[in-house]
């Protein structure tokens, strides 16, 4: 699956490329818009972003959970030896289990409350053009369908804005790059 991401100018245009993909089999799943007149969107039937799409709280929950159940085993161990006297018969691998799972939660938790706040990179990128009344498609295809899709949109509208997260933009959003 890719994401294409189309910048398109208007209300009307973002509702018929919504049609066009629906007619190309895309389901209202795959289709996700972003804007700041989202409630016409939703009055004419086009499936609003959530969060999910248009903040990096799916990635901020990853990373969470990748430094959050290290840190948790390693507050384990250093609790249990110096507890070790005060924890009577709970044993050492119950201990680190336990803590490395409550390091894991407390990671993912405090992580997507930083990244709810954090937009994403397409988001962020066209903030400019939202602020005006654009609108910003996002659109899951699949791979062997990317160029029909593409090629579809851009024939009828050439006026929109066609876009693919590159792997230097996927980086610097996943904080190692730039």
Do not use: C
Not at 69 to 79: C, F, I, M, N, S
């Amino acid at each position: 699956m890719s994401r294409l991401y189309f910048l398109t100018p208007d209300l009307d245009t973002t509702v018929n490329i919504a049609r066009e993909l629906d007619e190309l089999g895309l389901s209202k799943d795959q289709v996700h818009v972003t804007g700041e007149n989202w409630r016409q969107l939703e009055k004419r039937g086009v499936h609003n972003a959530t969060l999910r799409e248009t903040s990096d709280v799916v990635n901020a929950a990853k990373r969470g959970l990748i430094y959050g159940l290290p840190l948790g085993l390693v507050l384990g161990v250093v609790t249990y030896y110096a507890l070790e006297n005060m924890i009577g018969d709970m044993s050492f691998l119950m201990i680190a289990i336990g803590m490395t799972v409550f390091g894991g939660l407390f990671g993912i938790w405090s992580s997507t409350m930083i990244g709810v706040s954090v937009p994403d990179v397409k988001i962020e990128k066209y903030k400019d053009d939202l602020g005006e009344g654009a609108f910003l498609m996002m659109v899951d295809v699949p791979n062997n369908r990317e160029s029909e899709i593409n090629s579809v949109i851009h024939r009828h509208h050439p006026e929109v804005v066609i876009d693919k997260v590159t792997q230097e933009e996927k980086k610097h959003h996943a904080g190692v790059g730039r």
